[in-house]
T-cell receptor, first 114, second 116 residues
Framework: EAAVTQSPRNKVAVTGGKVTLSCNQT?????MYWYRQDTGHGLRLIHY???????EKGDIPDGYKASRPSQENFSLILELATPSQTSVYFC?????????????FGSGTRLTVL | GDSVTQTEGQVTVSESKSLIINCTYS????????LFWYVRYPGEGLQLLLK?????QKGSSRGFEATYNKETTSFHLQKASVQESDSAVYYC?????????????FGSGTRLLVSP
């Protein structure tokens, strides 16, 4: 069974603080993704990665950094958190390939920035 | 750019009644995007419900169906008889198998409430 685990499940941060969201996958997938979900919006892609050491900007990368130190782990970093980054964040992994790709999602991290 | 539109934020249906959730897509760069429906049950992450990668074909899973219509750029989700356990948020998505790797664009989601 494919597994993507996010931590923490919930996080409260202060404006200007640093926040790190972690994601671990045991699927041995090359691709990993970070999305955020806000009411009225679809999941919006922040950063993604094709493998260890690679990170790519998604559609809304401003204010976020990503790190992929290994095949299994992909982190999302908010160096200076702002209230506009209050959201639910989803990590996903997907196999290498160009067709019929299925993403496997974690359960989400609810971040509140005060 | 690429986008997916779900016009209904929430749909309420009585148990055993039929369901349709609308989805249209727009793409300027992908000739034949892959189309997906994902579902998110309370407290869980999104999971794939069904996918179709060829225009004109139908995908089905757990009693749900969706047909890839390239002419109308639509991928509506249907079910003949819903159950209370179908209550969840449904997301339509398109996949870009083009250059630079694989990206998936999601719609805003439609919350389905099935009343007993």
């Amino acid at each position: 069974e494919a597994a993507v685990t996010q931590s923490p499940r919930n996080k409260v941060a202060v404006t200007g603080g640093k926040v790190t969201l972690s994601c671990n996958q045991t699927n041995n997938h090359n691709n990993m993704y970070w999305y955020r979900q806000d009411t009225g919006h679809g999941l919006r892609l922040i950063h993604y990665s094709y493998g260890a050491g690679s990170t790519e900007k998604g559609d809304i990368p401003d204010g976020y950094k990503a790190s992929r130190p290994s095949q299994e782990n992909f982190s999302l970093i908010l160096e200076l958190a702002t209230p506009s980054q209050t959201s639910v964040y989803f990590c996903a992994s997907g196999p290498l390939g160009v067709s019929a790709e299925t993403l496997y999602f974690g359960s989400g991290t609810r971040l509140t920035v005060l | 750019g690429d986008s997916v539109t779900q016009t209904e934020g929430q749909v309420t249906v009585s148990e055993s009644k039929s369901l349709i959730i609308n989805c249209t897509y727009s793409t300027t760069s992908i000739a034949y995007p892959n189309l997906f429906w994902y579902v998110r049950y309370p407290g869980e992450g999104l999971q794939l419900l069904l996918k179709v990668i060829t225009a004109g074909q139908k995908g089905s899973s757990r009693g749900f169906e969706a047909t890839y219509n390239k002419e109308t750029t639509s991928f509506h989700l249907q079910k003949a008889s819903v159950q209370e356990s179908d209550s969840a948020v449904y997301y339509c998505a398109l996949g870009d198998p083009g250059t630079g790797g694989y990206k998936v664009v999601f719609g805003s989601g439609t919350r389905l409430l099935v009343s007993p």
